[in-house]
């Protein structure tokens, strides 16, 4: 038993290093979009005409400020529009978005209760972008979060994007806002790794990874897919579950937007609770993944850091140093070049300090994600 518990820890762990070695691989394959200009070029065809949708609950502190980002694009101000989706909010986000849209017309506020019964659905989030789709007038559908906080070129590198590559989903980079504090910093390079994943494996067209906080589709493949229709049962995923479609669907034609003015930012959890539930929340749709790959690629990270726990119950703690050592090595020369693109270099120095943290937070939040409910956004969800 003691050898075999050994050679298990050993086996996951060279499963585990090849693995980040292949993520290294594809984000080093990786090459910055070639935009034509930082200003508003002379459009050789019509400018892409989106419709930048977010869904919004209880965000009176943080609406404004992220309309705002959008209303000060580098794009031409009759090509765009902004719609707000109120999620039975208890605050002053609808006011907020009402006082915004008398000065400029072409941002709308839709209500949820307008449509729907709290009690009568499960997923807000997917029944949100499904409704404001259906009134948008655009030809692409932009989301990003009501926490956000975009760039001045966004909306242009998304149309000199799609006009170049002539995809139907698009993901892009996105990143904590910065802050003091041993949380945000923790925070930080656990989404550093997050979003390196996603980069490398979209990029490389291995996983349907993304984050509704920086997405587009065209609203033509979202409809032709039949948006979340099967999938709309499941509170989150709202992100992954159509990318996963489109590929199937349409041919493969997906994205990523590799470049640092594409970096939408937004912000980090408050406190380690609300860090915990947003984790459980991520990793409560693991099961429900078409795409396999994923799974199989979240079931070797799960059981690789559980084995972690087993080996120090059991007392085996030079075999326990020893994947830590492992663990810490490649994950670090994976994360280098992600942090260099996010300009985040100097929080690698502090990366082993949080593997103990680290471990136990993907135990809990994996284990819980699966047969607990919890609380997001001041609602209890299964």
């Not at 580098?74 to 039975?88: A, H, K, Q, R, S």
């Not at 029944?127 to 906080?149: F, L, P, Q, S, Y």
């Not at 490389?204 to 993304?210: E, I, L, N, P, V």
């Amino acid at each position: 038993m003691h050898y075999l518990l050994d050679w298990i820890a050993a086996i996951l762990t060279i499963l585990y290093a090849l693995l980040l070695m292949a993520y290294h691989y594809w984000f080093g394959r990786l090459h910055y979009f070639k935009k034509i200009s930082n200003l508003v070029p002379e459009f050789a065809n019509q400018p892409t005409y989106f419709s930048v949708v977010i869904p919004a609950r209880n965000e009176s502190a943080s609406i404004k400020i992220c309309v705002d980002s959008i209303l000060a694009q580098n794009y031409p101000i009759d090509f765009f529009e902004i719609i707000v989706i109120d999620d039975f909010s208890e605050d002053d986000t609808a006011s907020i978005v009402n006082k915004i849209h008398e000065q400029y017309p072409h941002v709308h506020l839709l209500s949820m209760a307008d449509y729907f019964k709290p009690n009568d659905i499960s997923s807000y989030k997917k029944k949100a972008i499904e409704k404001a789709v259906m009134h948008a007038k655009g030809n692409w559908i932009v989301t990003t979060d009501a926490d956000c906080i975009v760039p001045p070129n966004w909306l242009l590198l998304f149309h000199q994007y799609i006009e170049q590559q002539k995809p139907v989903f698009v993901a892009a980079p996105v990143m904590f806002i910065k802050e003091t504090g041993i949380l945000n910093q923790f925070q930080l390079l656990d989404f550093l790794a997050l979003q390196g994943i996603t980069a490398a494996a979209v990029g490389a067209g291995k996983h349907s990874m993304s984050n509704g906080a920086n997405l587009a589709f065209e609203k033509s493949a979202f409809i032709a897919v039949g948006g979340y229709q099967g999938v709309d049962h499941i509170a989150s995923g709202d992100d992954m579950f159509l990318m996963h479609k489109m590929k199937m669907t349409l041919s493969n034609r997906i994205g990523y937007l590799f470049h640092p003015d594409a970096i939408v930012l937004t912000k980090a959890m408050h406190d380690w609770k609300s860090f915990l539930m947003q984790r459980i929340r991520w990793s409560s749709k693991a099961r429900f993944y078409d795409d396999r790959s994923i799974f199989w690629v979240l079931l070797l990270v799960y059981l690789f850091n559980f084995s972690f726990l087993v080996l120090l119950l059991m007392g085996h703690f030079g075999t326990l140093l020893i994947a830590l050592a492992f663990k810490t090595f490649f994950e670090v020369f994976f994360l280098d070049p992600v942090a260099q693109f996010y300009q985040l270099k100097s929080q690698l120095r502090y990366f082993v300090l949080y593997q103990p943290l680290h471990i136990a937070y993907t135990i809990l939040a994996g284990l819980f994600g699966q047969v607990k409910t919890y609380t997001w956004k001041g609602r209890r969800v299964k």
